[in-house]
């Protein structure tokens, strides 16, 4: 009886968290994407009268000089958020969640909103374990239920950052905690579940990323998947090698007279004149991954938008802005995907009606080899696609790409960021 109890409590925490980091996400989404249409329009319109860049550039000044202000205030709001999250629920680090909550909100929405080369998923984690935290203390629970409110947050967060309930789970027991105790799985399952209802109800049923195909790969293609888990998989370990140095690189800027908090000006400069340029490829950025399967584009084309994208990643995240590289590594997953899939067409070893497949497909295995959580990229994919008939080439290629990332020595994407993080606060 007290088993059961105990079970039910455990859900109804869960549910309560949910819907209170539902709402905050949905509004940091909102605000996010109503901010990017805003300055896509500001880009498009700077051939009108020149002083509108004149005006682009001060803004970005006056954010530059807020976020920096804040990032003073609490530096735990820069990057990502989720190695923070994972030093917490190891107890490697004590973060003020209400001090983490509204500063990593605000700069969030100042940064990822310009159209930045930064994902809104990793800074929802990062939110919705401060509100499981705020619960947590609000009731005075000890640390194993404290830590089960903070698992049920950064669910609930990455599950209404992507309206992937099952994924969020997952992720949070196969990368956060490393457990997959009944407890953790009940509250966080139950929390993303809630979200994801929430966020649901404000931006509608359809999947993040709502990509056409007409018919599935028939098996005597799946060698090509090998190969494609291959390429992934190298250019996934080549990511992690960039996104580890990239800070240190940036130290640079700081030995002439650049401070770290200021670096965000940098990731600005750049994110403009994209944006001046080619604006289409501003952001996380899901409208881009549904173009690819739409438009012929040429290989060419195609391998430039990668190293645009490529650069832009490493200069947004390296620069320390608050934001994530969830979206991104997808986006370049996809774009790697059409790639790949266009040299095989071009090779007359795949038919053009595959490109989809190929993009969905190395969405995955991209992922799985960055972050080395093979089930919790299978299960995005196929949550924020929106179908099940992609499983088992989803799992190929994803295994694949695991397997040559841990022979390259890589280590998951969000330890090795946790143990950096780990080091700079004890330095």
């Known amino acids: ?89 190891s107890q490697r680090l004590q973060l003020n969640p209400v001090a983490i909550l509204w500063r990593k909100f605000m700069t969030g929405v100042l940064m990822i909103g310009t159209g930045s080369f930064l994902g809104r998923e990793g800074p929802s984690v990062q939110l919705g374990a401060a509100v499981g935290q705020i619960y947590a203390e609000r009731r005075q629970l000890d640390q194993p239920a404290w830590q089960q409110m903070v698992v049920a947050g950064a669910a609930a967060g990455l599950a209404a950052a992507f309206n992937a309930p099952l994924a969020a789970t997952m992720f949070v027991l196969e990368e956060l905690t490393h457990r997959f105790s009944r407890s953790y799985l009940l509250v966080a399952l139950s929390s993303a579940i809630t979200a994801d209802i929430v966020t649901t109800y404000f931006f509608g049923l359809k999947p993040v990323l709502q990509i056409h195909y007409t018919k599935s790969l028939p098996l005597k293609y799946y060698g090509l998947l090998v190969l494609l888990g291959l390429i992934a998989g190298l250019l996934g370990y080549g990511y992690q090698f960039l996104t580890l140095h990239v800070g240190s690189w940036f130290g640079f800027f700081t030995r002439h007279h650049l401070k770290r908090p200021y670096h ?26 549904q173009q690819l399967s739409k438009m012929s584009w040429g290989f060419n084309l195609l391998l430039l938008i990668f190293m645009i994208r490529l650069c832009g990643s490493t200069i947004s995240f390296g620069s320390g802005a608050p934001g994530g590289i969830f979206l991104p590594i997808l986006t370049l997953g996809a774009v790697l995907g059409a790639i790949v899939a266009n040299s095989f067409i071009q090779l007359g070893w795949l038919p053009a ?41 989803l799992a190929l290629v994803s295994l694949t790409a695991y397997l040559i990332v841990n022979l390259c020595h890589g280590a998951p994407i969000y330890d090795a960021l946790a143990d950096q993080l780990q080091h700079k606060t004890r330095s």
Do not use: C
């Open 353 to 393: 009606a595959f490109l989809p497949n190929f993009i969905i497909f190395t969405m995955a295995g991209y992922f799985a080899g960055i972050s080395q959580a093979p089930l919790t990229a299978i299960m995005l994919i196929t949550e924020m696609v929106g179908s099940l008939v992609h499983l088992l080439p």
């Open 1 to 89: 009886m007290n088993r059961s109890h105990s079970l039910i409590t455990t859900i109804i925490n869960g549910i309560i968290i949910g819907s209170y980091a539902g709402l905050v996400i949905s509004l940091f989404r909102f605000l996010i994407q109503n901010s990017i249409l805003g300055w896509k329009s500001l880009y498009h319109s700077t051939h009108l009268h020149p002083f509108i860049l004149l005006f682009i550039m001060v803004i970005l000044i006056m954010i530059t000089l807020l976020v920096s202000m804040l990032v003073k205030q609490e530096p735990h709001i820069m990057g990502s958020g989720i190695p923070e999250v994972k030093l917490q629920l």
């Open 264 to 289: 965000t000006l940098i990731m600005l400069v750049f994110t403009v004149g994209i944006g001046l340029t080619a604006p289409y490829l501003l952001g996380g950025s899901s409208d881009l991954i």
